[in-house]
């Protein structure tokens, strides 16, 4: 079945919002409000990284933000060579600047889309991809990504994501899409719910745990672990053999 993206924000639009929330996006305490159990994936993940590669060395943070997740992982393993990439130059600024002073390695940005990323092969030892690889389109898009981010690592390495996910039975989506809904309110009611709701149907398009577990796979990874779900939300990630 062929679906229709070009109703959904572009770059520009992305980037712009972006540009705006920098604040929102650097509370390593809490991580982002509007992501169910987000301080316990940051620590799943950089956990799962650290228990993989605790010799790593290079670090690829996709849709950096801020920058919690590269700190995050920094508590754990000191002086990473860190490469942060995001669309929005204000983040990629604020992650610098707070990734620098944690760390005796280089420090790299790159301010561009994912599917733009021209990446070293076997080069990476961590990667980290939190709530970003939802901003992927169609089939095409996803399969590129998760290649070209299989290629980077070296062997040994991981690739751990946290992110917005949907189902693929219709029915589970509405419960969960329910739930999240419910979960908003308690944060800032009915407004504040419309807002986050509005914005993450204009802007993502999540696919399921099951399809980018299945991808990971299919790609090359031949360990694949989920590590949390809740809702709408979860941590997993593969390691390259």
């Known amino acids: ?16 919002r972006f540009d705006h929330d920098v604040e929102r996006f650097s509370n390593l305490d809490i991580g982002q409000l509007t992501t169910i159990d987000a301080p316990l994936a940051m620590e ?10 605790p010799a790593a060395k290079n670090l690829l943070d996709i849709g950096c933000g801020a ?13 990473l060579n860190c490469t942060l990439n995001d669309l929005s130059m204000p983040m990629l600024q604020r992650a610098k600047e707070r990734v620098s002073v944690q760390t005796n390695g280089m420090v790299t940005t790159i301010q561009d889309d994912m599917r733009n990323l021209d990446l070293p092969d076997n080069h990476f030892d961590i990667i980290l ?16 990504v998760f290649s070209k981010l299989y290629k980077t690592l070296k ?12 189902h693929d039975a219709a029915p589970l989506n509405e419960l969960f899409k ?13 407004e504040y719910r419309k807002k986050v709701l509005d914005y993450v149907a204009h802007e993502d398009t999540p696919r399921s745990v099951m399809y980018q577990t299945s991808l990971l796979t299919k790609v090359g990874f031949t360990h694949v672990e989920i590590l949390h779900k809740n809702s709408c939300f979860a941590a997993f990630g593969g390691i390259k053999n």
């Open 129 to 144: 991809a939190a709530a970003t690889l939802h901003h992927l389109r169609d089939d095409a898009d996803w399969e590129r």
């Open 155 to 166: 062997p040994g390495g991981g690739i751990w994501i946290s992110d917005l996910v949907a």
């Open 44 to 53: 799943l993940c950089t956990e799962a990284a650290k228990y993989i590669n």
């Open 178 to 190: 329910q739930r999240y809904s419910d979960y908003l309110d308690t944060l800032g009611g009915p």
């Open 1 to 16: 079945m062929t679906i229709d993206y070009s109703k959904k924000a572009g770059n520009e639009e992305i980037r712009a």
């Open 67 to 79: 920058g919690n997740y590269t700190l995050k992982m920094l508590s754990k393993i000191s002086n």
